[in-house]
């Protein structure tokens, strides 16, 4: 396999941007784009408010080219890694204005008073502008979802979430749809090499495929790198533990693992496809897929998530894992020689730990289309509703006839160390009809039937309470959607 | 004229531009401090040893408390906070050691190399164990009038309750930052992110064993403060010069965000108990109430913090008999501080919660028991320490905004809906606020202010209050550009600096506009004055004869005789003249506020000025099975007397309001049984997001009610409309007793996360059968 050398290139707003780690002192291939940054006098606009992508201070927007689009995406700068831009365009603040005329989302939170102290405020700008370049005259819905990831504690948002509504009225006109054809060719002409990167450089190897090929042929050649598909967990690591991260594969920009098909039984998922993405095809075809992930992380996040992602840190908490039990999802696994399946409650096999092979990548989520009649919904109990994590999720699939339970299925998260079926209360159900009364009764043995833990999100008392009542809130639902 | 300048760096802060502490290289010699803290929360230190981290390639120095060259003490009011913790730590997070690196790779990787033996000690980790051991960190403090005991006797009902209100975490965007820069000898530059440079640069001089005038301290802006940057921005000054001072290289301390919520201070979290008696149509006899509170484990600004809570624990309420204690316990958790409200909150939440129930005994509505309780206007008008409530505003905040938000109207509506819905109830409240303006330490309602004027006609003005996004420098620009008749344009806030103006208070107590605004009147009343006469000879020189002096009149950039105006100097030409003709162009002024005084023995006095006034009507929704709820709707009336600003004005109320949100709703701090904060970053800590906010939010201004006395007839706006957020606080309440037919008093406290809700839920059910039973 060929490989290139230790440098990646990018556009750092308008200026080709190439990095050669060997010659950098100063930066590591894991460095983050926050970091790159801020490390530089004239890009401090960028801002550090957590260092784990829950606040938004550090907000730039991505252009990447998607098909023949240029398509703009807000991120978390302190979840990126600095190999993860190759190919791509870095948007920061100071770039937006042009010369001395602030541009139409800057303006607008300037006439809306949407800074106080400022420290949010370049990060809030950054989000505005992706919504301003992918929404015109955008929905209160669409305008608060692009704000979820941006932490603001003196405002209130009100005034933000003014100013967005004024920026984003009318046509998008401003120097970047002019410079649009522009910015386009200079990234084909970026991303025409698919040669993957191995940088090795500061005690770090950092490989980065661009085809499915190159990726099972790394992962075989150094079956101990960690997998990043996003790094929106995997980063943590680095930013919270200040754990030293010596062997990266970085699968997040493989074309190939990004898609959403349907035959006629299935839906087939890449597994490089983003949450973002993900939530816009599950939008009227996995309605509780849907509904889980509009309240999965923030934009930002969903931006670089990926569902194989989620599925491959498996953790006891992760969002669509106790649906995707529901749903009787199963794993595609390919190795550079093999390809196999496996069932997402197989392949989960304790707390963040999965039945995956050295050589194996997760390559694909199927999903059966559910059956006319099968009743599938998702829940998410957390302290805050939105860009937190749950306390207690479920995944709920329901199929009766003639008002009799033929199967059930109850998926948890957040009950225990890793997402878990309830399978006294199903067995409980089965074969009995749908009714208050018999739900009544489960309910006291789902209460019963995990041991959960008592942390910072909440005690085991309200856990078991709440995993509870999910039953009843199911039933309630459902009424009238039984057959 | 009335100004509505924009914030003063908004083009800045949109641009990415404005720079604050953590953006400074100012050298490329520049050194990163990281500070070491205690894992425990009480121990003995038996042994440091750091021999291998500093011979790390790139660690510069480790400090231990026996490097402090000055006194090893930082606390602001009582000395009972030491720098660098000696042979005992109290508290998970408290400093030991110090270390200046190249970088913070570095740093981090010498903090692994220390070697710490500790002999773990008992720790006191709850405030129930604290005032079980009475471990009080200053002696009790006390309001009474009348007789509570024996008005409680004679009252027709009467109960009994207490309430946990909880801790908050700041969670300022820019944590705490420093960068301490040597000079020549002893001097030290410090860049803070502080709310109080004057005692920055005190604690600084303090540490280093130097007098205050080798010290600088400069603030140009902090990302957000809160209070959180009133006494405890000191210490990362302090660290960071003790690093500068060792090294002789510029060092910048930046904390990250899970060691500045492990390391600060919150807001205290109380246990408060109460008897409350009250006759059958709801009017309050009598009120006992012990406050007591979690000072951590040093003073700080604990006692004035208690005082607060005293002084509102009667918020807009007249009660004729009243006791009133507090005290504050001592623990092994850092030392709680300053927070909006600083203690207003916690006093007021139990007179709330207890009206709330009073009006649920005697099936009332709420607001009404309300009304029926606020002070009077002519006769009981008396707060418990003896200062009269004039110039009350409750009641036409009270007519308007019961009107404007429809509140009885959507109370029917609200019941129609709870019988509907099983599964999901609404609840509404409203809530007024009284809050009292100014510093209770009588001494420090104090301000200065610096006024230069440069040849050009431009003008610099220097305040001692601090820009921490409330846009207090928007507002004094305003105050400036009027009372210089000059456009603002011409008018520059400098970054606040010791040197410019000395001996300043902490911008806090929402006094920044009130104090400074005044002190920059004054010093501008000063260079008019001196102008005056160069202006009279200019224009006499123009053929006017016989200008006086008291017809002067500066505007639009001139000056001029308001009895003939026709002829107008441009102020660049009266400045160059003044110049020319040897007059000084710089002038400082002055503000003390008038009368206040308090007597801590007697629990009596004057100890504010006036009283801001606000309320709210909140309402939201339910989900009986989950505890989660929404925000439907708030209506929001506030009094900011003749507004100085109404934009920044408004900024100051939502994002009070919404600030209190998320004390009351999501905003729970968690320790363990070690004393180890479970919530130490945004993963589980949870501020509300854009999401969190109202759906329906109406936010306005109770116009043509000017303030006497104070500057262009404002109040002060920074704190008060936090506790706004009681209307949300005591909805959810609302919507938990629908669940009970409002036949039962749920259990409540504060924050009301959807766990307390629930629980409480279930309480209620568990109660209602037990009630069916019988």
Excluded at chain 1, 166 to 192: I, M, Q, T
Excluded at chain 2, 229 to 247: I, M
Excluded at chain 2, 715 to 736: H, N, Q, R, T, Y
């Amino acid at each position: 396999m060929k490989k290139t050398g230790n440098s990646i290139r990018f556009l750092l707003n308008d200026s080709l941007t190439e990095i050669d780690f060997t010659q950098n002192p100063g930066l590591k291939p894991t460095t983050t784009v926050l970091n790159y940054l801020r490390s530089m006098p004239f890009y401090k606009g960028v801002k550090e408010g957590c260092a784990e992508g829950d606040c938004g201070a550090c907000t730039v927007v991505i252009a990447e080219k998607s098909g023949d689009r240029l398509v703009y995406k807000s991120i978390d700068s302190c979840l990126v890694f600095l190999p993860m831009l190759h190919g791509k365009q870095l948007l920061t603040v100071e770039h937006l204005a042009d010369g001395e005329a602030l541009h139409p989302v800057q303006k607008a939170m300037v006439d809306q008073n949407g800074s106080q102290c400022g420290y949010c405020t370049p990060g809030i700008v950054m989000s505005l502008f992706g919504l301003s370049k992918n929404h015109r005259d955008p929905s209160m819905e669409v305008v608060k979802d692009a704000l979820t990831g941006n932490l603001c504690r003196c405002t209130g948002y009100r005034p933000i979430v003014d100013a967005a509504h004024v920026c984003c009225k009318g046509e998008d006109h401003d120097k970047f749809s002019e410079n649009k054809d522009e910015v386009s060719g200079k990234l084909d002409e970026l991303c025409r090499d698919k040669t993957p990167l191995s940088i090795i450089s500061h005690q770090q190897r950092y490989l980065k495929p661009l085809t499915l090929t190159d990726a099972l042929a790394f992962r075989k050649e150094f079956p101990s790198a960690v997998i990043v598909s996003g790094a929106t967990d995997v980063a943590l690591r680095q930013t919270k533990k200040k754990e030293f991260l010596p062997e990266m594969l970085d699968i997040s920009d493989i074309a190939e693992l990004k898609y959403f098909k349907e035959d006629n039984h299935t839906y087939s998922i890449g597994s490089g496809l983003h949450i973002e993405d993900l939530r816009h095809h599950a939008d009227g075809k996995l309605p509780a897929m849907k509904h889980m992930l509009d309240i999965f992380g923030s934009l930002q996040i969903r931006n670089l998530a990926t569902i194989g992602g989620n599925i491959g840190s498996a953790s006891p908490i992760g969002d669509t894992l106790p649906l995707l039990i529901a749903y009787k999802a199963s794993i595609k696994l390919q190795s550079h020689k093999n390809e196999r399946f496996s069932s997402i409650e197989d392949f989960i096999t304790g707390y963040r730990s999965i039945d995956l092979f050295p050589d194996e990548l997760i390559t694909e989520v199927q999903i059966p289309i559910p059956a006319i009649g099968r009743i599938i919904k998702s829940y998410k109990v957390s302290r805050r509703k939105d860009l937190d994590i749950s306390t207690v999720s479920g995944g709920f699939s329901l199929l009766t006839e003639n008002g009799t339970i033929k199967e059930i299925i109850l998926a948890f998260g957040g009950m225990a160390a890793q997402p878990i079926r309830a399978f006294k209360t199903e067995n409980f159900l089965t074969g009995k009809p749908w009714t208050e009364a018999v739900i009544v009764e489960a309910m006291e043995i789902l209460f019963k039937e995990f041991k959960p833990w008592s942390d910072a999100r909440a005690e085991v008392g309200y856990r078991n309470l709440v995993a509870r009542n999910l039953l009843l809130k199911f039933y309630e639902e459902s009424k009238g959607q039984v057959l | 004229m009335k100004s509505n300048l924009k914030h003063d760096s908004a083009i800045r802060h949109v641009s990415g531009q404005s720079v604050y502490v953590n953006d400074l290289q100012l050298s490329p010699m520049q050194l990163i401090g990281r500070v070491v803290y205690s894992p425990l929360a009480h121990a003995r230190i038996k042994s440091i040893d750091y021999t291998e981290a500093l011979n790390l390639k790139g660690v510069e120095t480790i400090l231990t408390f026996q490097d402090i060259p000055g006194a090893n003490q930082m606390g602001p009011v009582v000395h009972d906070e030491p720098c660098l913790a000696e042979y005992e730590v109290f508290f998970v997070g408290q400093a030991i050691a110090l270390i200046a690196a190249e970088n913070e790779e570095v740093a981090v990787e010498a903090e692994r190399l220390i070697r710490f033996d500790f002999e773990e000690l008992d720790a006191t980790l709850t405030l129930k164990d604290a005032i079980k051991k009475n471990l009080l960190i200053a002696p009790q403090r006390s309001i009474a009038n009348g007789d509570a005991d024996e008005a409680l006797k004679n009252a027709p009902f009467s109960f009994e309750g207490e309430l946990e209100t909880g801790a908050q975490e700041h969670w300022y965007l820019e944590t705490q930052s420093a960068l301490a820069i040597p000079g020549e000898g002893r001097e030290m530059l410090i860049h803070a992110s502080s709310q109080n440079p004057a005692e920055t640069q005190a604690i600084v001089a303090e540490v280093l064993g130097v007098s205050k005038n080798e010290i600088d301290v400069e603030v140009k802006r902090m990302g957000g403060a809160f209070g959180g940057k009133e006494t405890q921005a000191n210490h990362v000054a302090a660290w960071a010069a003790l690093l500068a001072n060792a090294t002789r290289k510029p060092v910048l301390i930046h904390l990250f965000r899970d060691d500045d919520q492990k390391i600060t201070g919150k807001r205290h979290r109380f246990l408060s108990k109460y008897s409350i008696g009250f006759n059958e149509i709801g009017k309050i006899l009598a009120y006992k109430v012990e406050l007591n509170s979690d000072a951590g484990s040093s003073t700080d600004l604990s006692m004035a913090i208690l005082e607060r809570a005293l002084f509102h624990a009667e918020n807009a309420y007249f009660i004729p008999d009243i006791s009133i204690i507090g005290r504050a316990y001592k623990t092994n958790l850092p030392s709680n501080t300053a927070f909006r409200g600083f203690g207003g909150p916690q006093g007021m939440a139990v007179i709330e919660n207890a009206i709330d129930r009073i009006a649920r005994f005697l099936k009332k509505d709420a607001a009404e028991v309300r009304n029926l309780n606020f002070y009077g206007l002519e006769s009981e008008n008396q707060t418990p320490y003896g200062k009269l409530v004039e110039h009350n505003r409750l009641y036409v905040l009270f007519d308007r905004l019961t009107a404007c938000s429809d509140y009885f109207t959507r109370r029917k509506e609200i019941d129609h809906f709870n019988n509907e819905n099983k599964y999901r109830k609404r609840g509404i409240a409203m809530t007024p606020v009284k809050f009292g303006i100014s510093f209770t330490t009588a001494f420090l309602n104090q301000a200065g202010a610096l006024v230069n004027i440069y040849k050009d006609g431009t003008i610099q003005v220097n305040h001692g209050g601090t820009e921490m996004g409330q846009g207090l420098h928007a507002k004094m620009l305003g105050v400036a550009a009027t009372e210089m008749g000059i456009s603002p344009e011409f008018i520059k806030i400098s970054a606040t600096n010791t040197s410019k103006v000395p001996n300043t208070s902490a911008t806090a107590a929402s006094s920044g506009s009130d104090l400074n605004g005044m002190a920059i009147k004054n010093a501008i009343a000063v260079l008019k004055n001196r102008l005056k006469k160069i202006a009279m000879d200019l224009l006499e020189k123009k053929g006017l004869q016989d200008v006086e002096s008291c017809d002067i009149e500066f505007a639009e950039n001139q000056v001029f005789d308001l009895l003939r105006p026709e002829v107008k100097i441009p102020f660049p030409e009266l400045i160059n003249s003044a110049y020319l003709s040897q007059v000084s162009l710089s002038a400082t002024g002055y503000y003390k506020t008038p009368g206040i005084y308090y007597d801590k023995e007697a629990g009596k006095g004057n100890p504010f000025y006036y009283f801001a006034y606000g309320m709210a009507v909140s309402e939201v929704e339910a989900d009986v099975l989950t505890g989660e709820y929404k925000l439907l709707r708030t209506d929001i009336l506030h009094d900011v007397g003749d507004s100085l600003n109404e934009d920044i004005d408004i900024g100051q109320i939502e994002g009070g309001f919404i600030q209190g949100v998320g004390w009351c709703t999501t905003e729970e701090i968690k320790w363990d049984n070690k004393g180890r904060l479970l919530t130490h970053s945004p993963d589980t800590y949870k501020i509300p997001t854009v999401n969190d906010i109202p759906h329906t939010l109406n936010v306005d201004l109770l116009r043509d009610y000017p303030n006497e006395g104070t500057i262009r007839k404002s109040k002060a706006v920074g704190e008060p409309p936090l506790m706004l957020a009681f209307s949300v606080w005591l909805a959810i309440k609302d919507a938990i007793s629908a669940v009970g037919g409002h036949r039962v008093e749920p259990l409540f406290s504060l924050p009301a996360t959807a766990e307390v809700v629930l629980t409480s839920i279930e309480e209620i059910k568990t109660k209602l059968k037990g009630l069916n039973n019988d």
